[in-house]
């Protein structure tokens, strides 16, 4: 595997490669890797015939300081990782090879209704960042191809969303979530849970199952309260949403419709650290 901390330097690279007809796929990651996106790494191995992940912590995206301060970084077995599953090229830049005029951003991206629900209802800010990196990252790899996991499914939504706006000609695949033997999304988060809360964790999988197997029979309000009574006594201290959407707009729903996919999605606190899931509920 090759590693490149400088993005022109991976742009000239990878422009040679392309004019050898090769295809580029690339899966972005803020590293701490788990089999999730080791999945996203493998799915892009078998489509593309480089495949480019890059690790970087984006500071523009996190709304809570403390989130980011305690954000895990695990570079050399993520490194050690990659290498194992022979990914080609990793791209670990630093900040200020990412943002070298600063942090600020003088862009505004049009996301629509996707700024104010759910994530982008309680993480303000944090869409307009993860947009602002991931223009940055593909005008920096350009690839044919983009993975991204299905347990961000809003962001997958909103990244999208960036590639109509920017009119690139990428093409984005969403890889379904991969879980523990007994439910649990994976994710880089869990690595700050003990024993105890991983148990406790259980509780957004079980109610995102329960509300799969109720959706087309019991009135969407009932099973959202009841899916939050099980948060909470499972021990979530603070429940940001429990929703059910459109699976295809992200319109928030209250009724069943026989015509529509669905989609529930929840975001809740297990102590400090704040968690998120989501389950299509059609998919059964
Ligand atoms: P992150 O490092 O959390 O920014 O995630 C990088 C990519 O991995 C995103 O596209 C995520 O949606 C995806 N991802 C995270 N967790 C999982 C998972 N459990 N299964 C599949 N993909 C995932």
Known sequence: M???KQAETLTTYLQKQKD????????PTM????????????GCKKENDLTVCSIFVNPTQFNDAKDFEKYPVTI?????????????ILFLPSVKEIYPDGTASAKVYNIGHLETILEGKFRPGHFQGVCQVVEKLLSV???????LGQKDFQQCKVIQRLIE???????L?????????????????????NTTEKEQALAIYQSLKLIQKKFKHIPFQQLKEESKLKLQSNGFSKIDYVEIADAQTLEISEVYETTKNYVALIAAFLGEVRLIDNLLLNDY
């Open 173 to 193: 695949k969403i890889r379904k979530t991969m879980r523990e033997p007994a439910g649990l999304a994976m994710s880089s988060r869990n690595m700050r849970l």
């Open 2 to 4: 090759i590693i490149f």
């Open 141 to 147: 790899v350009i690839p044919h191809k983009i993975y």
């Open 31 to 42: 590293g701490a890797l788990h089999a999730g996106h080791l999945s996203l790494i493998s």
């Open 76 to 88: 050399s077995d993520d490194i050690l990782e990659l290498e194992r599953l022979d990914c080609d």
């Open 165 to 171: 706006i920017l009119e690139l000609p990428v093409e």
């Open 20 to 27: 050898n007809n090769q295809t580029i796929g690339f899966v």
